[in-house]
């Protein structure tokens, strides 16, 4: 475990506002530059930050392998739903103007939940990538050192 | 950013191409908020200078940062990207100019989704509208290729043995 | 005149034709991803140089505002973008793989193992 204190410190006042600004791109991208990936990107460096700072083990606690899993499917899951949805209700397939009384307020839905479907697989996929490497850096360290380097 | 283009060409340490590569990626999304591009801009600033520096980084330190002394000869390479780049050169002669208003591209469906896209969506930023509500299947595509590079990389770094065996520890 | 206009695509033959030789030229695996990025950092850039209009600004409605530039290629681009890290990180994942099997990255030697067995 690392432990320089400047960073550590700097790293625990940035990350909530990484995450504020995370939250912001993800639900105004309607009105301002930014949307789904752009959010997903973000949030997924955040905690590659806290990672690479705190150390696998700690990040691996704030956001474990198996809700990191089921983010993967959860967002393409809730894209497709949405789809499914539209179906359902007796439009065509992610043609969101069945989803509310009308059709402009059926689109802003839609568009909200599909760009949130794809902030939550993006956000999933880039930290369990980040932490598929780290973890077999750490695996083979053990293979060869008995694991006493750090991450 | 040409520059920084031969400057990756010539440098064998893999730390600094990688580094280089990173700011190759801030200027191009420095250029793409010249051209009015803000949301590509902002996703090449995060995904280019971050994410896949971070990745890039990692693979590093799990393989070896030298890059050995090419071992054959490069002129073949060269005469081949020469040619090619000629090619590619006298195309671009026949392309609309920087900026041009009456371009094929700008004057058939560009505008159509200029018009409609904020009054059937009521959504201001109209790269949005277009790429969750428009083009909604190209999108659902592009999350399943994500969905399908984050699987394949579980499977191919993910230690699955290391979890046999540790499980036949355990049986033991 | 005619300089001026296309100078932006000759910039990005420049920068196409530099990531290709890295690709065909270089023998490192993790090199030769870096030159596919600088590759496909070349077509984001000509895309983006189609969908400009002169004196446009950014595809976000505003009041006051007539002329946009064309968000058509903008949408394709961010698209392409993430898809272009997902298979970055795919094909970073194989090299650390093609590592632990081989232990090496450079292309060469790994011909000649393949040959030696």
Redesign the interface.
């Known amino acids: 475990m690392y432990s320089y204190l400047v960073l550590r410190v700097v790293a625990k006042l940035l990350m909530p506002f990484i995450m504020l600004f995370g939250l912001y791109?993800q639900f105004h991208?309607?009105?301002?530059?930014?949307?789904?990936?752009?959010a997903g990107?973000?949030f997924?460096?955040g905690f590659?930050l806290y990672a690479l700072i705190f150390g696998l083990q700690n990040a691996s606690r704030v956001l474990p392998r198996g809700i990191l899993r089921f983010g993967?499917?959860l967002?393409?899951l809730l894209?497709?739903g949405v789809?499914v949805y539209n179906l359902l209700v007796g439009g065509k397939y992610?043609d969101?103007n069945v989803m509310a009384q009308n059709?402009?307020?059926g689109?802003?839905l839609?568009?909200l939940l599909?760009?949130l479907?794809?902030g939550i697989?993006?956000t999933?996929?880039?930290v369990?990538?980040?932490f598929?490497?780290?973890?077999?850096?750490q695996?083979?360290g053990d293979d060869q050192d008995g694991g006493s380097r750090p991450l | 950013m040409s520059i920084t283009v031969c400057a990756i060409l010539r440098i064998r340490n893999l730390y600094a191409v990688v580094m280089l590569g990173s700011i190759f990626s801030v200027m191009a999304a420095a250029i793409f908020v010249i051209l009015d591009a803000v949301d590509v801009a902002f996703t090449e600033a995060a995904v280019g200078a971050g994410i896949s520096t971070v990745l890039a980084l990692g693979t590093i330190a799990l393989t070896t940062d030298r890059e050995k002394k090419p071992s054959h000869t490069k002129i073949l390479p060269l005469i081949m990207v020469c040619l090619t780049g000629v090619a590619l050169i006298y195309g671009t002669l026949d392309l609309a100019h920087y900026g041009d208003p009456n371009a094929p591209v700008q004057t058939h469906v560009g505008p159509d989704y200029l018009r409609d896209a904020p009054v059937k969506t009521g959504i201001p930023n109209v790269v949005t509208s277009i790429l969750a509500s428009y083009r909604g299947y190209d999108t659902l595509g592009e999350v399943v290729v994500i969905f399908t590079a984050g699987i394949g990389v579980i499977l191919l770094l993910g230690n699955w043995r290391h979890i046999g065996r540790r499980r036949e520890d355990k049986d033991v | 005149m005619a300089a001026v206009g296309l100078y932006n695509y000759w910039i990005v033959v420049f920068l196409m034709m530099a990531g290709f030789y890295i690709v065909i030229a270089h023998d490192n695996l993790v090199k030769k991803i870096v030159g596919l990025n600088v590759f496909q950092a070349s077509v984001f850039v000509m895309y983006i140089t189609f969908g400009k209009i002169q004196g446009g600004t950014a595809p976000i409605i505003a009041e006051g505002i007539t002329t946009y530039s064309n968000p058509l290629p903008h949408v394709l681009i961010l698209t392409a973008i993430v898809v272009g890290v997902a298979t970055t990180a795919l094909g970073l994942a194989l090299v650390v793989r093609i590592n632990e099997a081989y232990g090496t990255i450079e292309e060469d030697e790994i011909h000649v193992q393949d040959e030696e067995s």
């Open positions: 791109v991208g309607d009105f301002g530059p930014g949307g789904g990936f752009q990107v973000i997924a460096a590659i993967i499917a967002g393409v894209y497709a789809g992610l969101y059709a402009v307020h689109q802003h839609g568009i599909v760009e479907g794809v697989t993006v999933s996929v880039m369990m990538v980040f598929t490497f780290a973890r077999h850096r695996t083979k």
